[in-house]
């Protein structure tokens, strides 16, 4: 069982940075692929980032590469999302998830077991 809990979230104007944060109980937090998922009022959730149990293998969505960084500190069991020039676009609410498998192509949310509650991000223009 692993519990996920976001923070970092919050009001930010174009152009601007935010980094949020995963924090997981448990002790088995790097046997588990890391990643991010976000979802806008009236839109679907849609995979944002992803990062394997040692970190060394990173996977992003096309709109968010060059702009956002995933990494995670396997001593602290958390994971991070640096997102840097933030766009209106990226406002969403951001979920941190967890499964014990990593691969490039698990992009939809059926593929992660674990979820956070979510954090909010506003991005003004």
């Known amino acids: 069982q692993v519990q996920l809990v976001e923070s970092g979230g919050g009001l930010v104007q174009a152009g601007g940075s935010l980094r949020l944060s995963c924090a997981a109980s448990?002790?088995?937090?790097?046997?588990?692929?890391m990643g991010w998922f976000r979802q806008a009022p009236g839109k679907e959730r849609e995979f944002v980032a992803t990062?394997?149990?040692?970190?060394?293998?990173?996977y992003y969505t096309d709109s968010v590469k060059g702009r956002f960084t995933i990494s995670r500190d396997n001593a602290k069991n958390t994971v991070y999302l640096q997102m840097s020039s933030l766009k209106p676009e990226d406002t969403a609410a951001y979920y941190c998830?967890?499964?014990?498998?990593?691969?490039?192509?698990?992009?939809?949310?059926?593929?992660?077991?674990?979820w956070g509650q979510g954090t909010q991000v506003t991005v003004s223009s």
């Open positions: 998830v967890a499964d014990r498998t990593y691969s490039s192509s698990r992009t939809s949310t059926s593929m992660y077991e674990y």
């Open positions: 448990g002790r088995t937090f790097s046997s588990y692929a």
């Open positions: 990062i394997s149990w040692s970190g060394g293998r990173t």
